[in-house]
């Protein structure tokens, strides 16, 4: 078995590293996902590769309880009776007519002893949830919220209107075709805590992936009809990371006698932040082929970078690199930029148009009392990325992806192509590090008579791209987005025309 051991030599990197991911500060209330992940890709460059290779095994992901419970034991699960019913959402303020699913939300108590909670916003399906699939959204960062944005402004039923206090309905969502939760991961993170106050100091893909694990196991004691339902665990940005790990934690704890099994069938992970060496490298290549960078930055790049130790010439190219990009988003290259003196006070919205200052509207919706109230959530100063250090993050995620072929779950690495910041060239490059024999050619995929994207399927892995999409995929392309999951969630590659 393949496990990486990724902390005690990230500890040892960090230790005498001046530059490193803990000392990325948070708590500003105007940053969001892009900020974070752009923090600790550039932290990465002030540290040689951590040697955190599948040459170094260790069971830790086999036992994950095992580091912070001192030995073996099946994870806390606590007392659930009465608690879905008062996580029931009677409605949101400011949400439109015509609701026809079901809403919950509240804590789920992880560590009882710390007093850690995560917060969940759960939304069934209108028709035929009893025999639609579970599914686990979860945003990167880290420290990111799943609420905030997956579920207010990428694929969750609603969005948020400009004046912050109404909502509209997303007629993509992909609760169509799914009942999905929202975690906001790990405490620290949205309306999720923790009593005390050092766990967010020592946060990390480790403790993440615990917290979340024991999270879904308490979660099915509370919802017990979705205890043998098909669950997949979808993502992205870096949760390229979080979630293969808790897919791999959950394949390890459902062979262990006496836990509950969990019916893990599948993932999928957008411009997912899997491996720094080949994401990196994707990322300037995307840069100088989608005319963002100059002919000589390019060559200066391929010359001195190999994306493992960082040379000085080398760092000088990828921050002229960095620079000659100018202003623009890099996680749509062509979408506007957020003008807030600007922003159409009272616009209705439209979920076809993506509304680049969408983060300030939700910031204002999800920090109103009775919004907060409605939610079941303690009175919180709510930003959209939130929690302290991150001690914990291997490299490279690819030998978990590895395991998980092993297993034989559906796994599918999906990309909008014009996210500059982890693009479809950091993702292909990754993946064809893994040398997959190629079972369904790369083709293109239709929706409504136009080209979706390109699909290419390799025997345990599906790469599919979706096309005007930039990295929060279901916001710049909301059909295309859900004919691709309901394919992914079907079994199916998107169809041939
Ligand atoms: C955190 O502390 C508060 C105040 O003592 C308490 O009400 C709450 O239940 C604690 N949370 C957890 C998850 O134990
Ligand atoms: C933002 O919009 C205001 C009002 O239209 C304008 O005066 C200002 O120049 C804009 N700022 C940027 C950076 O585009």
Request: hydrophobic share 35%.
């Amino acid at each position: 078995m393949i496990i990486i051991k990724l902390s005690k030599l990230t500890w040892l990197l960090l230790l005498f590293s001046s530059y490193h991911l803990a000392s990325f500060d948070y708590y500003s209330c105007e940053a969001n996902q892009i900020d974070y992940l752009n923090k600790l890709i550039r932290s990465r460059r002030f540290r040689n590769r951590a040697p955190d290779h599948p040459a170094e095994l260790d069971n830790e992901y086999d036992q994950p309880g095992q580091e912070y419970y001192g030995h073996f034991s099946p994870v806390y699960v606590g007392n659930h009776k009465g608690l879905k019913k008062a996580d029931k959402i009677k409605s949101l303020p400011g949400q439109p007519q015509g609701v026809d699913f079901d809403q919950y939300s509240g804590y789920v108590t992880v560590d009882p002893k710390a007093g850690r909670a995560l917060f969940y916003y759960f939304v069934e399906s209108p028709q035929d949830s009893c025999s639609k699939p579970l599914m686990l959204w979860l945003n990167g960062g880290p420290g990111c919220s799943s609420f905030g944005y997956g579920a207010m402004q990428e694929l969750g039923p609603f969005r948020v209107k400009s004046n912050g206090n109404r909502l509209y309905l997303n007629e993509f969502s992909w609760n169509k075709v799914a009942n999905i939760i929202f975690l906001e991961s790990p405490a620290g993170v949205g309306f999720s805590y923790t009593n005390t106050s050092s766990d967010l100091y020592d946060f990390g893909d480790d403790r993440t992936a615990v917290d979340s694990y024991t999270f879904l196991v308490n979660w099915l004691e509370r919802f017990p009809e979705y205890k043998t339902r098909d669950f997949f665990i979808t993502g992205e940005s870096y949760a390229g990371h979080y979630v293969p790990q808790l897919a791999y934690t959950i394949l390890s704890w459902n062979k262990k006698p006496n836990q509950p099994v969990i019916n893990l069938k599948g993932i999928a992970i957008g411009n997912a932040w899997i491996d720094d060496v080949t994401g990196q490298q994707g990322m300037y290549d995307f840069f100088w082929t989608h005319a963002l960078n100059s002919d000589e930055t390019n060559a200066g790049i391929n010359k001195y970078c190999d994306f493992v130790e960082y040379s000085n010439p080398c760092i000088r190219y990828l921050n002229q690199g960095d620079e000659e990009i100018g202003t623009i988003d890099t996680y749509n290259i062509y979408a506007p930029l957020c003008n807030s003196s600007r922003s159409k006070s009272g616009s209705t919205g439209s979920v076809n148009e993506f509304d680049p200052c969408s983060d300030n509207y939700v910031r204002t919706y999800m920090n109103r009392k009775n919004v907060q109230k409605a939610l079941h959530a303690k009175p919180t100063r709510w930003s959209s990325c939130g929690a302290v250090g991150w001690t914990d993050s291997p490299t490279t995620i690819l030998p978990i992806i590895e395991e998980l072929i092993g297993d034989g779950i559906s796994i599918w690495v999906y990309s909008g192509d014009i996210d500059a910041r982890v693009p479809v060239t950091s993702s292909r490059y990754a993946i064809n590090t893994l040398k997959l024999p190629v079972v369904n050619p790369w083709r293109p995929w239709y929706y409504n008579n136009l080209v979706g994207g390109y699909v290419v399927e390799y025997e345990g892995l599906t790469l599919t791209t979706i096309r005007g999409a930039g990295h929060l995929v279901p916001s710049y392309q909301p059909e295309r987005a859900l004919a691709m999951i309901s394919s992914f969630l079907q079994g199916k590659l998107p169809p041939p025309s």
